[in-house]
């Protein structure tokens, strides 16, 4: 119907041309010329000599071809040429006399000796392995013709081949034991690919040899080093295991150990409580031996620790007594309450019965009279009291049948109810709670080499607790409780552990800081004549805190 219309092909035609304009404005805006160079295309099918379109289709082309020619530089700078050169022909078929990619696309076919000299000398310093020289040259070259895309292309490739002969260098030199040499090599292949796939386990690897000859230098500490490097480098990648790392850190550790390792003889006290200082020694000695971390042995030619047990107290306990009650429940029987007003309702019930009978007979003795006067006449004037009366006997017999019901409910109901009642009741059957307490405490002391003064005393303390009951009742519910308190040599054999506890805590401490402030010492001392034995120290120290 619309097509059939005069001038609606030619204002159709001319609405698809605006519409092509406006969307070609909105791609330039967007920054999508290959769009904007498509739908100026559209308009000028609609209207070939627009010049709005015309003027837009040739600056988008020239946008088209920049974006392409920085595109066709970008593959480059990745390495890849063919896609470079892809972009390039792109570039040119909107502007074929685009002045820079047609100088990179010439730049893709030029022979060596007519490209710039510095790209001239990065080939040939690349030839000879003279990697630095190579990029500088490439680089160069680039700075002089950002349009020269072999020498872009080249940048990532000599990265490559830089960062792949140095990790071949490395792995050479690791191979031949040169550990050093092999470890500078690794570091210039960061200055290329720091994020070489092969580069951290190859370091890894150059640590564990590094570990392993410094534990048959006897080393341990510098071994421990390097053993933990090589477990970090393991951490990063999965090429490496991390068991050879692990049982070197263990191994060095061990060494470590080993050499600082100092032994104790604890020996129980000659005086004081000969009988407790035996036995308490003898648990030191247990817990000191079981305590590896603090790397410590027990030996008979090492230094004296002497246990003396010298104060026991074991009073008796005291009693505290307080007094308490019991609740317990009792059944007894007591008057039914429901009798008393039973008997009264049902004399209540008989009392109306009465009244209502003396009723019954007045207003009998009434009617009778009336129904003796009455005639049947319609004029007699007896009708309707008559009524009345009757209207009055029918109530009260009525009522009467009811208070007559209600007697023998009430009656068979005292009946049945019993004399008796049973009832719960709460009472109460005081007692004395006795709470029984006693606080006993050991005193203990080690010193070293007899001086019982160099550690301070420890002193274990055992609080004991127990209640019983005075007063007990079974039969209510309140059994008696007995008194369970531990005997003196229960009580002596908690104050025992107690006291080896933190003694032994004790002698671990005070002979880890003795040894740090030795280690301490050495390696002060050993600074400046043996750096290395002073490092030694230092790290074990660091091992043994």
Not at 42 to 68: C, M, N, S, W, Y
Not at 360 to 365: A, G
Not at 370 to 389: D, F, K, N
Not at 436 to 460: Q, S, T, W, Y
Request: net charge neutral.
């Amino acid at each position: 119907e619309l097509a059939g219309k005069p001038g609606f092909a030619e204002d159709y035609r001319l609405a698809r041309r605006d519409a092509a304009v406006l969307e070609a404005e909105a791609a330039m805006r967007r920054g999508e010329p290959e769009r904007a160079v498509e739908r100026y295309g559209a308009a000028l099918r609609f209207e070939p000599g627009l010049t709005v379109a015309a003027d837009g289709i040739r600056q988008a082309k020239h946008a088209a071809a920049d974006a392409a020619h920085r595109a066709a530089q970008d593959h480059a700078d990745r390495g890849d040429l063919d896609a470079a050169r892809e972009r390039l022909e792109h570039a040119l078929g909107h502007v074929p006399e685009h002045p820079a990619a047609t100088a990179a696309r010439r730049s893709l076919s030029l022979p060596l000796n007519e490209s710039p000299p510095p790209h001239r000398r990065a080939v040939a310093a690349a030839g000879a392995g003279a990697w630095d020289d190579a990029l500088a040259g490439y680089r160069d070259a680039v700075v002089a013709a950002p349009d020269f895309l072999p020498a872009r292309a080249a940048i990532p490739a000599t990265l490559d081949a830089a960062a792949e002969d140095f990790l071949a260098r490395g792995q050479t030199v690791r191979e031949a034991g040169r550990l050093d040499d092999a470890e500078a090599a690794l570091t210039r292949v960061l200055d290329y690919r720091p994020k070489h796939p092969a580069l951290e386990a190859e370091r890894g690897r150059v640590d564990l040899a590094r570990g392993d000859r410094h534990l048959a230098d006897d080393r341990p500490g510098a071994a421990w080093v390097a053993y933990r490097d090589a477990l970090d480098h393991a951490e990063r990648t999965p090429k490496l295991g991390r068991d050879a790392a692990q049982r070197g850190i263990a191994a060095a550790v061990g060494e470590v150990r080993d050499r600082h390792r100092v032994t104790l003889r604890v020996l129980p006290a000659t005086g004081g409580s000969a009988d407790l200082n035996e036995p308490l020694a003898e648990r030191v000695r247990g817990r000191l031996a079981a305590d590896a971390a603090a790397a410590l042995a027990l030996g008979p030619g090492g230094r004296a620790v002497t246990i003396d047990a010298f104060a026991l107290d074991l009073p008796p306990a005291t009693a505290h007594r307080a007094e308490r009650s019991h609740p317990y429940t009792v059944k007894i029987d007591v008057p039914n309450p429901e009798l008393p007003r039973l008997q009264h309702e049902i004399a209540r019930v008989d009392h109306c019965i009465d009244d209502l009978l003396c009723d019954l007979r007045r207003l009998e003795h009434r009617h009778a009279y009336l129904h003796r006067l009455h005639t049947g006449e319609p004029g007699c004037g007896y009708t309707q009291e008559l009524h009345a009366v009757n209207r009055k006997l029918r109530r009260i017999r009525r009522e009467l049948r009811d208070a007559r019901a209600d007697h023998r409910r009430l009656t068979r109901r005292l009946v049945h109810e019993p004399t008796f009642v049973t009832k719960r009741q709460t009472r109460h059957w005081p007692f004395t709670l006795v709470t029984h307490r006693r606080r006993a405490n050991l005193k203990a002391i080690a010193g070293f080499d007899n001086a019982a003064n160099e550690l301070p005393p420890v002193v274990a303390e055992v609080t004991e607790t127990d209640t019983s009951i005075e007063g007990a009742r079974p039969d209510l519910g309140l059994s008696a409780d007995p008194l369970e308190l531990p005997d003196d040599p229960e009580t002596v054999n908690d104050l025992l552990d107690l006291a080896a506890r933190e003694l032994s805590r004790q002698i671990a401490r005070d002979v880890s800081k003795r040894r740090d402030a030795a280690l301490a010492s050495e390696a002060k001392r050993l600074a400046e004549s043996d750096p290395a034995a002073a490092r030694e120290a230092e790290i074990a120290r660091r091992i043994l805190d």
